[in-house]
């Protein structure tokens, strides 16, 4: 499954980002080779005949801009500049920087000369309007296929980015892997999950409850839960090592692996504290807020993502069978879909009054003082009884940690090709604009659900990429605010819900497994149930 998504990503992209560049072009967007009329004012008198580079000040009015670049903007622009005179061939060149408030197609055309956010034209058809102001055209740089630029860009970039995420695992999966191999070996890992075999039995029966898998996932979901991160991911790659060796087709995911990875992509956490941060630094009056929003989004999540493996593991599908199905029984899937969709929304209506009710009565800041707490000592207390426990058993534990440690090594290396193609895919499929197009199509489905439109590209961009879906969250609050109901929500959408296709690439890459089975579409469950429960539990109490 993964290897369509990763063909569809790309495809997608930069076909996308083709067909926009064309079109531009045809359109001659960006107006290449035709002057827009500006005022161009001098601390002195501007002589064009001295060769000389002067401070200048460019003032653009905004009918001259909407009308050249049928844009609507609604002041006038002003930018400092610089002047260069050319005696010799007649040319007067001027240079001026963009920034974050500039007009969008400024900073487009600005792109095209790489990351800098410098400006150039050519000055024409000057006419002086007194010694130190002068009116004249100004011809900016040509741009052409600016969007396979990005493509280009963003693919590089991206391949850069993996393998620093997966260089910097390195200390992380040395010193936790070098931890858990003290547990193990000292039998710690087997009383904790002789402890929590009766649900481990239930939710993967195929794992023995005395198997270290069994310790490794435990782990990895309290990790998980309390927010550490970087122990989590570790526990999670020795756990999928783990299941790996109770695997008969190596190279095919398992039940087990397909259910432990729909609870990882569901991303159930006590506090979202990467979304509070984001909020408290955006000036929230309660950054705290979304806590018990986050908790029921994920929630809806985690159950949808266990269900769903636990229903499409039984039903395995050959190669061929499922888009036959499909052809099969078109119109009988499609009203099925559609009376699901309306038994959820009346299932939700319902229970509304009774859900607001009673997480009315959280008190959202004790509750975020108590977990910090309890992930601020989890990290120290973990080395200390883990390590302590295999003293006790007289376990040599130096020796082990470094047994452990290279193991951790070993993960995160082996990880980095599984990073780069699916990091490197989806920055082309953003780059290439694919994303925005699918932000449109989608939009009458979200009106239909009362999803605002600005709220979107976070719930579409949350299961490809954590730094995109980030960065789009604190845009969204930065427009429109952290306590308002969009900022809210997309806060919500990021602690509900978690970078699916990141999980599934690295997971599977640490033991190699090409044939993923039902894994993606539990996961892609697990984000659309997480989307609508954050959805429906913030209009609850905030809309």
Known sequence: MLNYVWITLLFLGIATGLTTDIIDRNNNKYRNNESLPVTISFPYTFDSTIKKSYDANLLISKEDFNSFYDE??????????????????????????????????????????????????????????????????????????????????S???????????????????ALWLGIMKIAETAGLIGIIANWMKPLTKKLFPDVPSDHPAVGSMIMNISANMLGLGNAATPFGLKAMEDLDKLNPNKGTATNSMVTFLAINTAGMTLIPATAIAV???????????????????AFCATVTGVLAAKILEKFPLQKGILSGMIKKHKRGILIFIGLAIISLLLVFTGMGKMVGSSLRFLNPETFKTVIELISTLA?????????GFGVYKKVKVY????????????????IIPYLVAILVAIGIFRAGGAMDLLVTLLMPLTDFIGMPAEALPMALMRPLSGSGSLGIMAEIMSVHGPDSFIGILVSTFFGSTETTFYVLAVYFGAVNIKRTRHAVPAGLLADVAGILGALFIVKLLFG
């Open 379 to 387: 990290i120290p207390l973990l080395i200390f009884i883990f390590v």
């Open 72 to 153: 609507d903007i609604s002041a006038d622009l002003s930018f400092p500049a610089k002047v260069s005179v050319n005696p010799d061939d007649k040319k007067i060149s001027l240079f001026f920087k963009t920034n974050k408030e500039s007009p969008k197609i400024f900073r487009e055309i600005a792109s095209m000369s790489g990351e800098e956010d410098d400006l150039s034209g050519k000055i024409s058809g000057i006419s002086q309007i007194s010694g130190k102001e002068v009116k004249a055209g100004i011809t900016l740089e040509e741009v052409l296929f600016l969007k396979m630029k990005k493509i280009t860009n």
């Open 155 to 173: 693919a590089i970039d991206y391949a850069k980015i993996s393998v620093n995420i997966a260089l910097g695992l390195i200390g992380i999966m």
């Open 279 to 297: 909020r408290a630094a955006s000036g929230s009056s309660d950054p705290a807020i979304i806590i018990g929003t986050s908790l029921f989004g």
């Open 399 to 414: 020796e082990q940690f470094v047994e452990g440690a290279k193991e951790g090594f070993n993960i995160a290396v082996r």
